[in-house]
Structures are given as structure tokens and as C-alpha cells.
């Protein structure tokens, strides 16, 4: 910041800057994200497994669809 702060120009740059890197820090999860698409497949994968289970349950293989964990 301190090199962008020095360059010619009223110190336009550096602000904009500054608020990107605000903007980035603030609102956007990257830490969270890759977090969340695991879970959010996961959820996906289990209801999946819960709608066959209940197939399977109709058919007489299972007794509970619950048997599938």
C-alpha cells in the first residue's frame, strides 16, 4: 500500500485498492466456501441414499428405510 500511496496521481489507486481488498476481506467466505460445498454434497448424497432406502423398503428388501446408515 505504502508503494501505491507514492505513486503520482492524488492517490487514487491506493484507494481503490484499500476498498477492494475491504470488500474481499469483508463479505466474501473464501475460507468457509470449500466447507460448505462439502456439506451442501453431502446433504445431497444422503437424501439420495434416503429415497432409495425408502425404494428398497417398498420392495420388502429393507425393513426401515433407516437401515441404509
Known amino acids: 500500500m505504502s508503494r501505491l500511496e507514492r505513486l503520482p496521481g492524488d492517490g487514487c489507486k491506493a484507494k481503490k485498492t484499500k476498498r477492494?481488498?475491504?470488500l474481499l476481506r469483508n463479505n466474501i467466505n473464501y475460507?468457509?466456501?470449500p466447507k460448505y460445498t462439502l456439506v451442501r454434497r453431502y446433504w445431497i448424497y444422503k437424501h439420495a441414499?434416503?429415497?432409495e432406502?425408502?425404494?428398497l423398503v417398498e420392495k420388502g428388501l429393507?425393513?426401515?428405510k433407516e437401515g441404509v446408515y
Request: proline content about 0%; cysteine-free.
Open 20 to 22: 477492494m481488498i475491504s
Open 31 to 33: 475460507r468457509g466456501y
Open 49 to 51: 441414499l434416503l429415497k
Open 53 to 55: 432406502a425408502a425404494a
Open 62 to 64: 429393507l425393513r426401515a
